[in-house]
């Protein structure tokens, strides 16, 4: 293979490969964003939050991360981390509202100040 013909082969690879990688760097940065924001500005500490994922969607905006705390495993938390984070929402799961968590049972939840 001619030494032009491989240099395009890595072109086409890395052309191919660089939106896979934009998508989950950005999920990580999102997650660890949040993260940060809970363990350092909410004062939240490490063995209550169960999970934090970066979230690629197909909605504006295309990232978020969804929270999850060790003391509600039925609620997803969504926090935007685009400049500043900011809790936006919730989503209790279909176990959740089986059991009958209602937003009046949320421990986490900030209502958004418009």
């Known amino acids: 293979m001619s030494k032009l013909k491989k240099v395009m082969l890595v072109m086409l690879i890395g ?3 660089t939106p896979f990688v934009y998508v989950q760097l950005n999920k990580v940065i999102y997650a660890n964003k949040v993260t940060k924001y809970l363990l350092e500005k909410q004062n939240y500490k490490e063995n209550e939050i ?3 994922k970066g979230i690629w969607g ?3 905006p295309p990232f978020y991360a969804t929270v999850v705390f060790e003391d509600e495993p039925y609620v997803e ?3 935007f981390a685009h ?3 900011l809790q936006f929402s919730y989503n209790i799961t279909e ?3 089986n059991r009958g968590i209602t937003q009046s049972d949320l421990k986490h939840y900030n209502v958004p100040k418009y």
């Open 77 to 79: 938390y969504i926090y």
């Open 95 to 97: 176990e959740g509202r």
């Open 58 to 60: 197909i909605k504006l």
């Open 50 to 52: 169960k999970s934090v």
């Open 15 to 17: 052309l191919i490969l």
């Open 83 to 85: 400049n500043d984070v």
